[in-house]
Nanobody, 125 residues
Framework: QVQLVESGGGLVQAGGSLRLSCAAS????????MGWFRQAPGKERELVAH????????HYADSVKGRFTISRDNAKKTMYLQMNSLKPEDTAVYYC??????????????????WGQGIQVTVSS
């Protein structure tokens, strides 16, 4: 049974930092490209950051470039999202997602086979 479990969310003031983790089980982690998505109320789910299977390629949405850093540790089957200089507009539910054997950056949510349950990030002004 595949599980992706996010942790590290919460409430932070604008300008602060949070580090999200996504722990995977039930799958061969290195076979999956991984993404962090977010969804704010009334908005579509959007890709925030993406990392290739071995971590050698990363991609960021323009809105988070220079502030967020995605990384992964295949030995620990865990992916991370370091979020710095947080803004109120970063408030959303954040999801991790796994894309089997992918070699491209998939921006559409339906390209990902497995999803975490989501975790709330709230940035106060």
């Amino acid at each position: 049974q595949v599980q992706l479990v996010e942790s590290g969310g919460g409430l932070v003031q604008a300008g602060g930092s949070l580090r999200l983790s996504c722990a995977a089980s039930g799958l061969t982690f290195r076979w999956y490209a991984m993404g962090w998505f977010r969804q704010a109320p009334g908005k579509e789910r959007e890709l925030v950051a993406h990392i290739s299977r071995y971590g050698d390629n990363t991609h960021y949405a323009d809105s988070v470039k220079g502030r967020f850093t995605i990384s992964r540790d295949n030995a620990k089957k865990t992916m991370y999202l370091q979020m710095n200089s947080l803004k109120p507009e970063d408030t959303a539910v954040y999801y991790c997602a796994a894309d089997y054997l992918s070699t491209v950056v998939a921006g559409e949510a339906n390209a990902y086979e497995h999803w975490g349950q989501g975790i709330q990030v709230t940035v106060s002004s």
